[in-house]
């Protein structure tokens, strides 16, 4: 009855760590039948996952059954949890039940106590968390980034790791995907090896592909920075149509945004320390702090927090399902009120 409890706020990483189950688990010539997905926020649909799970799978291979959103350790009704307990001694061996949630399990609740203890008992159960790294926690990024290239079986240097964290900062999703393109151009450029050692991706060739994608997003926010919407409106538009990914581009804006805000903040303290601002401000290379503090020159802690939220609605509308474009006009063009001192 092998149980896989596996929660975290890296979408990303929680997917991979599920579809390496799915994958070694399941015949894909049976998937059809050996495979269900539940959505724990229904009722139901949690009722009749409990069911499934006592199935032994049909044909060759095992039978998964997967609850998103998991509520089994984080509150759910007196009628499931007894449900849960029931069913999980009816588990056959080659069935496997995987939880998932973004929240951390409540390990005050029967129910978590159950399932961690039926991990426990079992060898073929695990735990596995996957929490993504705040935005100023840098170490926590590049240690992200050296995870997901271990993953990829790839390997680089820190400079390189350090370009990809100022570029991209904690999107899990996003650090896969560039790091695949890079694997890819440098297989084309060197030839791919035929050993089983990690592929080394150079500095130059991260420099190269990395910061040319941003150099764009870069050139956009100091248009908004400097009030010039409507070019940065037609530049925004013309990146979306010629391919550019919306969340990578809103990323790079909020994370420069961000900066800005945090640098001008630490300046009115009377913060002169290059490296501890920063480290605060969650800035892989100190050398930066110069450059922001030239271009946020003479702007107001009001102009900076505006800018600030019209980009955190933006990324908002985005990962909610809107058109990106009409995001970035709706949310631009429209006057902010913000409470301040300053």
């Not at 998937?31 to 799978?57: M, T």
């Not at 929490?131 to 390997?155: A, C, E, M, S, T």
């Not at 941003?214 to 990146?239: P, R």
Request: aromatic share 4%; with cysteine; hydrophobic share 40%.
């Amino acid at each position: 009855m092998p149980i896989h409890l596996i929660w975290g706020d890296d979408y990303e990483a929680c997917n991979r760590e599920i579809e390496e189950i799915i994958q070694t688990v399941i015949d894909p010539s049976w998937k059809s039948f050996n495979y269900s997905q539940i959505d724990g926020n229904d009722q139901k649909q949690n009722f009749r996952g409990l069911e499934e799970v006592q199935s032994a799978p049909l044909g060759s291979g095992g039978r998964v059954v997967l609850v998103r959103r998991s509520p089994f350790c984080n509150g759910c009704s007196i009628e499931l949890a007894n449900k849960l307990e029931q069913a999980i001694k009816l588990i056959p061996n080659n069935t496997y039940l995987i939880l998932n949630n973004s929240n951390k399990p409540d390990k005050r609740l029967k129910t978590t106590k159950l399932i961690e203890k039926s991990i426990q008992s079992n060898s073929f159960s695990k735990e596995k968390s996957f929490l993504l790294p705040l935005p100023w926690d840098i170490n926590g990024q590049r240690n992200l980034v050296k995870n997901i290239l271990y993953k990829l079986n790839l390997k680089m240097n820190h400079e390189a790791i350090d370009l990809i964290v100022e570029s991209i900062g904690n999107d899990s999703s996003l650090i896969n995907t560039e790091l695949q393109k890079l694997s890819l151009l440098s297989e084309a450029v060197n030839g791919k090896s035929n050993t089983n050692k990690p592929q080394e991706i150079s500095k130059e060739l991260v420099t190269k592909i990395i910061q040319n994608n941003s150099t764009n997003a870069l050139e956009i926010a100091n248009l908004l920075l400097q009030g010039k919407k409507i070019i940065a409106l037609n530049k925004i538009q013309s990146l979306l149509k010629n391919g550019e990914p919306a969340l990578r581009l809103i990323i790079t804006l909020t994370g420069q945004s961000r900066g800005w805000l945090w640098v001008h903040l630490l300046d009115a303290q009377g913060n002169q320390d290059v490296k501890e601002i920063a480290k605060l401000a969650g800035i892989a290379n100190p050398k930066r702090i110069f450059v922001i503090r030239k271009q946020i020159q003479g702007k107001s802690l009001k102009v900076l927090l505006e800018l600030m939220q019209k980009l955190l609605k933006i990324e908002a509308s985005i990962k909610s399902g809107a058109n990106p474009i009409d995001s970035f006009k709706d949310n631009l063009l429209t006057d902010s009120k913000i409470l301040t001192n300053n």
